[in-house]
């Protein structure tokens, strides 16, 4: 079964779950990142 990824919007057998937030930060949501998209995401979270 593939996922698609929430940012580029390709098919991917690898999902990374990932907790969005809203910009109120109360809302939040699962969305699926491919690996590539999930390593950029990491590296964002850091600052
Ligand atoms: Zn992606």
Redesign the pocket.
């Known amino acids: 079964m593939s996922h698609q990824?929430y940012?580029?919007e390709?098919n991917?057998e690898t999902a990374h779950s990932i907790t969005i937030y809203d910009d109120s930060g109360i809302e939040e949501r699962l969305e699926v990142?491919?690996s590539?998209?999930y390593e950029d995401w990491l590296l964002s979270q850091k600052g």
């Open positions: 990824c940012y580029c390709k991917t990142l491919c590539p998209c």
